[in-house]
């Protein structure tokens, strides 16, 4: 297993009004971050929030390419980013106690916080396709490359994990600085992963480890 510090390449907040991060997601564009009782979406080359969305956003957050997908303590809301209407609710898993979400494969993945465990799920109906159990709280989740990566957080400990997606072994840890938190995860497809950092009300921009230098 390879083991190295995060390098973290930018801090984006703290957020006027925002209270805690919870999912981060990002569209190809703008990093989508859920706060509570709202959506927000974040430029982040300028750093500016650029709109938002009132809609419930307690945990995960995910884009399909066309929706957004939203858990709200026991359900999952499919929302359409440009009216901002939630289109279906599906049950969340965890029935509340449920954290990360991303979108892979067609389908949706939710990672559960206390459970230690990451359910593949039927984006239609909810129902669990399949499970991976961690050995640590999973609280964000995504794909990138064909690699499951999740964000681990407790207590002063927070890392980025990556994981066999049939075993659930750790095969690579990214360690944040003590107390950073990751309360969301997601890879912009390239180079960045956005962390959700809980009550600090920031997002970190982390760097995805080099394939070819590996």
Not at 12 to 20: I, L, S
Not at 61 to 66: K, N, R
Not at 138 to 163: A, F, I, P
Request: aromatic share 8%.
């Amino acid at each position: 297993m390879k083991r190295t510090a995060a390098e973290i390449i930018r801090e984006y907040g703290p957020f006027p009004g925002v209270e805690k991060v919870a999912g981060v997601t990002f569209d190809g564009r703008n990093v989508w971050f859920a706060s509570g009782d709202r959506l927000n979406a974040l430029d982040p080359a300028s750093g500016e929030t650029v709109r938002s969305i009132d809609v419930a956003a307690h945990a995960g957050t995910a884009f399909d390419g066309q929706h957004l997908y939203q858990i709200a303590e026991d359900r999952i809301q499919k929302i359409d980013p440009a009216s901002g209407r939630v289109l279906a609710t599906i049950p969340a898993p965890g029935g509340g106690g449920d954290s990360g979400l991303a979108w892979a494969e067609g389908s949706l993945w939710v990672g559960q916080y206390r459970d230690c465990k990451i359910h593949q799920i039927d984006p239609e109906t909810g129902t669990i396709l399949r499970t991976i159990s961690s050995n640590r709280f999973v609280t964000g989740v995504t794909w990138v490359d064909g690699e499951l990566w999740h964000g681990m957080w407790d207590g002063e400990e927070s890392e980025v994990r990556r994981v066999d997606p049939k075993t659930g072994e750790v095969l690579e840890r990214l360690e944040l600085p003590a107390g950073s938190g990751v309360s969301g995860l997601e890879s912009d497809g390239g180079d960045r992963f956005f962390c959700g950092g809980g009550h600090s009300s920031k997002i970190r921009a982390v760097r995805r480890p080099n394939r070819t230098a590996a």
